[in-house]
């Protein structure tokens, strides 16, 4: 019998600690107790959310009437076996890092750029995680869930997820049908190629390292990572508060014309991505304060809550940020962590 706690403090479940009370919480550690919430959420005429570890994710101030369910299936194991590859199934409530760390250990290769990633299993494919040129999308097979619709449990193979750039159909219409129980992802068995991204080039080059090991990798991936992310333990925040705007690639030669030193990266023949944290600290707000929360003074992507915070302080932050973006440049900014209001 699954039981559920009232009034659980919101800035407890989420790592940038914002956030009002939760009406109910209750944490799921086994598939069948999914039944069990859905239940109470009808008796209670309360809408469920199913979160992680909270680490992309932001609640409003005040008592929120919802019901939270913290995902915690733990468990990894190997489900197929290819020739040059293993099909490892992770519980959604395994500990993202932690996985990345056993696929390592196992010697297969696929996930070490997105080591040190906050956050668990089963919030990777909905905002298709992705660092350094790799994304979840990737390597995953299919995602299991539970369909709301009709209450049995289903596997999505990944073309079905309509994977993008921080997107899915998690995100979007299957927001709310679909609770994530465990994913599926085929890793290789070969050597790792080195993530193609301008950091960890660098570093290597640096080195002499020209076949790094999996290992080797994952170190640099992590002291590359903390060298520019606030550890949420100490400095609570929600990685990058922004996703990098796509706009058409006009937009993007207007901005490299004005400014020679913009970050512009060709997606394809007609878009472009410009790097979000670029275009905030180019307006000026790299380090600055907005009463309890701060723009990141080494990384302007982030914000950081310095202390009790409340969502009133991240609305006024992001909305000076987003407005002088917008003056500036005449480009919209879009929030990258999921909101609970
Ligand atoms: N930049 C600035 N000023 C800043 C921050 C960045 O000029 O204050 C420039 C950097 O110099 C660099 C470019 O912007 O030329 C891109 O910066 P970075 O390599 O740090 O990556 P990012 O685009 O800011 C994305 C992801 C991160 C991921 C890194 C590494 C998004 C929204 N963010 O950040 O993901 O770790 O790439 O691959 O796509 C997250 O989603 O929470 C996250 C941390």
Not at 227 to 232: A, H, N
Not at 233 to 241: E, K, V
Not at 283 to 312: C, M, Q, R
Request: hydrophobic residues 40%; glycine residues 10%.
């Amino acid at each position: 019998m699954l039981l559920f706690s009232g009034y659980t403090e919101g800035r407890d479940l989420c790592t940038f600690r914002t956030g009002g009370q939760i009406r109910y919480f209750g944490e799921i550690r086994k598939k069948e107790d999914i039944k069990d919430a859905l239940d109470f959420s009808e008796t209670a005429k309360l809408p469920l959310i199913a979160i992680g570890e909270g680490s992309n994710l932001i609640f409003g101030d005040g008592l929120l009437n919802v019901i939270v369910l913290k995902m915690n299936i733990k468990g990894i194991e190997t489900t197929g076996k290819g020739t040059d590859s293993l099909d490892i199934t992770a519980g959604a409530g395994v500990n993202w890092d932690s996985l990345v760390e056993y696929t390592i250990k196992a010697g297969l290769s696929g996930l070490e750029a997105l080591s040190a990633i906050p956050g668990s299993v089963g919030a990777s494919p909905v905002q298709n995680i992705g660092a350094y040129g790799c994304e979840a999308a990737d390597t995953i097979v299919s995602v299991e869930v539970f369909d709301r619709t009709d209450g049995m449990f289903k596997i999505i193979p990944c073309a079905e997820c309509r994977f993008g750039y921080r997107d899915s159909i998690f995100k979007k219409e299957g927001k709310g049908r679909y609770i994530i129980t465990s994913v599926t992802f085929r890793l290789s068995k070969y050597p790792p190629p080195i993530p193609q991204y301008p950091d960890i080039i660098d570093f290597f080059r640096v080195k002499g390292q020209s076949a790094p090991s999996l290992g080797e990798i994952r170190e640099a991936i992590t002291t590359i990572r903390w060298s520019k992310l606030p550890d949420p333990a100490t400095l609570p925040n929600a990685g990058s508060f922004f996703k990098n705007p796509v706009v058409d690639a006009e937009t993007g030669r207007r901005i490299k014309m004005e400014y020679p030193d913009a970050r512009v990266f060709p997606l394809d023949e007609s878009r472009v991505k410009i790097a979000a944290g670029w275009l905030i600290e180019k307006a000026g707000y790299k380090g600055l304060s907005f009463g309890k929360i701060s723009v990141y003074d080494k990384n302007a992507l982030i914000l950081v809550n310095n202390g009790g915070a409340n969502h009133a302080d991240l609305t006024a932050a992001r909305g000076s940020i987003s407005e002088s973006v917008m003056e500036k440049f005449g480009i919209i900014l879009e929030q990258e962590p999921d909101e609970v209001i």
